[in-house]
């Protein structure tokens, strides 16, 4: 009989076993139907294809942003190489015009020193022939002809200045 008990609580357990699956099964079922009907999905789930879809579009999109921003980097180094050049054509700009500017100062003052002894040599004319007058009447007749080439030869006695 031992051998008959032995088998019969074996088959019991066995039973009990399949029945708390089964009930345990039941018990999931009847909870998921129950969340399902207090809160639904908003929307259905999205299949592995769309999904797959889609990242394969991002894929592209980043491939695509990949070469623009490749594409602003070159043109952001050409412009860097563009403002080094500019920049030191505007230094080699300021060095020549300092240069020009120092050229013109010292034009201006050899223009005034010019000047200045073209009028002390036409005082020191007038004054030459105005004293060359006085003393004889000959040299009157030399400065008339002397003071007519001057005439001729673009502009008199006459200070402009």
Known sequence: MSKMSNRSRRSITVIAVAASLVLGFGAIQASAAWTQSVAPLPAAPVSAETLQARLADEALRSASLVDQLAALTRHSDE?????TTAQARISADDDQAA???????????KLAKLEKSIKRARTDRIVVTST??????????????????????????HDDD
Do not use: I
Request: proline share 0%; aromatic share 0%.
């Open 79 to 83: 412009l860097a190489t563009a403002l």
């Open 132 to 157: 060359t007058s006085t003393t004889s009447g000959a040299a009157r007749t030399s400065h008339r002809e002397e003071h007519d080439e001057d005439e001729h030869e673009g502009g008199g006695d």
């Open 99 to 109: 240069q020009l500017g120092k050229d013109l100062a010292a034009a201006k003052a």
